[in-house]
């Protein structure tokens, strides 16, 4: 009974931090809707990346400092192919997305650099809430989110680096990949 109560309990606080982030309120650089196979590709969305909330609370791999509101609003059609977010921006930037099913999915460095990047193989169809944060920093640097419908981590004609790679914190089965490197 007393372990019953505890798993309770953390059930609770779990759902209580996720709730910190309001996927709800307007997306402070707007909404965009794609479908499988836009173009142009990528599409870019240029921000301010941070905010005052640790996404830490989120748990997972979530990190960096985000706005309470979502900074990009992606409605997205899927189809055949993946569907790719990263980030640009000369700062150290994390990546948090609150995906159609409601799970979240987080990422910081990718590849060999300081910028994230979340690739989902079997992207779902629905609203992708995404969140740029920041790491070490108090500014709010300038960056660039790029939505696309391949992987551009890799030269074209060379496969992803993905052998080398860790699986970002989603639920099993969501088909994500995440850029970071072990």
């Not at 609770?12 to 794609?34: D, I, M």
């Not at 309470?68 to 930037?93: F, I, M, R, W």
């Not at 992803?160 to 490197?181: D, H, K, Y």
Request: charged letters at 20%.
């Amino acid at each position: 009974m007393r372990y019953a109560a505890w798993v309770v309990c953390a059930a609770v606080a779990v759902v209580g931090n996720a709730s910190a982030q309001n996927p709800t309120e307007p997306a402070t650089y707007g909404n965009v809707v794609l479908s499988s196979g836009f173009t142009p590709d990528p599409h870019n969305v240029v921000l301010e990346a941070g905010g005052d909330t640790d996404a830490e609370k989120l748990g997972g791999d979530c990190t960096g400092m985000i706005a309470n509101a979502p900074d990009v609003q992606l409605d997205y059609k899927a189809g055949q192919g993946t569907l790719y977010l990263s980030v640009e921006s000369d700062a150290d930037t994390t990546l948090v997305v609150n995906l159609p099913d409601e799970k979240w999915a987080c990422n910081d460095d990718s590849a060999s650099s300081l910028n994230p990047a979340l690739l989902f193989d079997r992207p779902q169809a629905g609203i992708y809430d995404i969140w740029i944060g920041t790491v070490d920093t108090e500014d709010n640097p300038a960056a660039t989110l790029k939505i696309a419908g391949r992987d551009l981590s890799s030269p074209p004609g060379r496969p992803p680096p993905w052998p080398q790679m860790r699986m970002a914190f989603v639920p099993s089965g969501a088909g994500l990949r995440s850029a970071t490197r072990r």
